[in-house]
């Protein structure tokens, strides 16, 4: 297949000309979805290989990663009719994850307008992080959609990222009607108080011991016992600081502070919750009580809210493999077990993402008690989990191949990475140099 390949900013780097801030910009948007000619090799182009260590790769493939988009662009079916006006969206967290699919869901099917916001890293010795490829995809859907939508690649915690994005939305749109925010970071400083906090994956009261799926060079899957010292009151705290709701209440009251807020203006925060199995180290632990803290969070900005007739949830979401995912022990090999349970009935992030702006849309969203969206029925179904404990239960060494699906999990986390990804040649030279869409054009 030929492959979509930008070619490179002229400037060489990449440097913002929207503002000062630390976001990474290159003036030329339209270099940005050139499909790719044949053309000279240059110096930053050449074949990526997925090296790396465990889950972690240390190149992304900018061909996979353009590939990946497009497919999940492909899951979207198109609108009934076009919206009577283009809704505005500010995505936190659209490079990546259910944030990246709730972007291409809301592009293709909803018709929004608006920013993302992503922290990705450029080209250098090593390639672009796959989540910089996977914004010039998606930013291309935009432009060929016709929406304007712009990205920024900046520290979503930053209030310098705040000042700019919320300058770009009055410009540019005048008002937001959504907010999502899906952000999983390991550390945040807080330009207030200068304070740093770094989020740990641990449980809290005791040790946690745990299997997880790993895999060898050669790809051969495995089990290996993990234990996971329980947390300090300091390291559960800082972790709600970073994944807590306290940067996501910041963003509304900064678009509410700027007059930003439109009637009827909705925003919702990804959650998850998980099965028992993993409790411990999940919802049990730390990140439990970052996610605890975003659901009262989202209590308060709903009374906050009601001048405009706005609303705020959290989404409990279903599994899926990512990369905040695998660095979790014991989730791996939960998520395998998980889809060798259901097979093809495993909802893409695209699926769910649909079901969510569904909901986000809604007059009467569907909320459970806690007035949470909940897109994870499926997972916590009865009989889907006691067949899945069933299998933790019984699995060994020798049986892990069998009873998780261990190489769609090696295929979907090497794909992250934009490897084994279909449509793909893999032995051609690529160039990895490429510019950050300029959100200064729409």
Known sequence: MSVWRPRRCSTGRHRTSWSSTSSRHCSRTDATEETMMHSPMTRSERVVNPTGRGYLLLDAHPAGCFRSVELMRAEVPAPEKPPARRPTALVIGSSAGYGLASTIAGLVRYGIDGVGIGLERPAGHRSASAGWYRTIATHAIARGLGADFSFLNADAFADTTKAETL???AERFGGVDYLIYSVAAPRRTDPRSGAAYRSVLKPLGAPHVTRNLEFADDGTAYVREVTVASATEAETEATVKVMGGEDWSRWVTGLAERGLLRSGFRTVALSYIGSPLTSAIYRGGTIGAAKADLESTAGVLTGRLAAVDGRAFTSVNGALVSQ????????????GLLRGVLGDRFPSPVEQSLELWRQLTAHRPDVDGSGRIRLDRWELAEPVQAAVAERWRSITP???????????FRAQYRALFGFDVPGVDYAAPVETDLPWPDPSTP
């Open 324 to 335: 905040a995912l695998t660095a979790i022990p014991g989730i791996p090999l939960y998520v």
């Open 398 to 408: 020798e049986t892990v191949t069998a009873l998780a699906d261990t190489a769609w």
């Open 167 to 169: 300058d770009l939305l």
